[in-house]
């Protein structure tokens, strides 16, 4: 099952990374008639991110042998970059990626007018972004992981 759920965790963050630009380039390109665009972009990027979070918390509480190891004495996890990156850095800025959807959506239906939708939009999609890029364990890191997983 942990393998079938971290393939799984893998190849669904392309969905979100390709979602999370194309929402942060059609909030920034949205002139009037493309709001649709902004709208479905949007959507994709917050359900991909909804199963990348329900995958990431049941490998990160359940399946994970990194985290049970982890978990069994914290203290020397933090004082380790690849464990604390694991423990910490990778729930903590995905969790606001996260956050940073939904919140830029919501903010992004309350809008007054046009302009200001596109706008909040636009800073939360893009930092959303931002923050899922900075979080991802890339190939050549401390903490890097394989580009696809087979």
């Known amino acids: 099952m942990y393998t079938a759920v971290l393939l799984l965790h893998s190849w669904i963050r392309w969905a ?16 009037g008639g493309r709001a649709e665009a902004v709208d479905r972009w949007g959507l994709i ?23 049970a190891a982890i978990f069994n004495d914290f203290g020397a996890a933090m004082r380790d970059p690849v464990a604390r990156f694991w423990a910490v850095e990778h729930i903590a800025m995905m969790l606001a990626a996260v956050i940073l959807a939904h ?11 046009p302009g200001s939708k596109r706008s909040r939009l636009l800073i939360c999609f893009a930092l959303a972004t931002i923050a899922m890029l900075i979080a991802i364990p890339w190939p050549g890191f401390r903490a890097g992981r394989p580009l696809l997983r087979v």
Do not use: E, N, W
């Open 16 to 31: 979100a990374v390709v979602a999370g630009i194309a929402a942060t380039v059609t909030a920034f390109s949205s002139r």
């Open 45 to 67: 990027f917050m359900i991909t991110l909804d199963v990348q979070l329900l995958l990431g918390l049941l490998l990160y509480f359940a399946l994970s042998p990194t985290t």
């Open 103 to 113: 919140v830029g959506r919501v903010l992004g239906r309350k809008a007054a007018t």
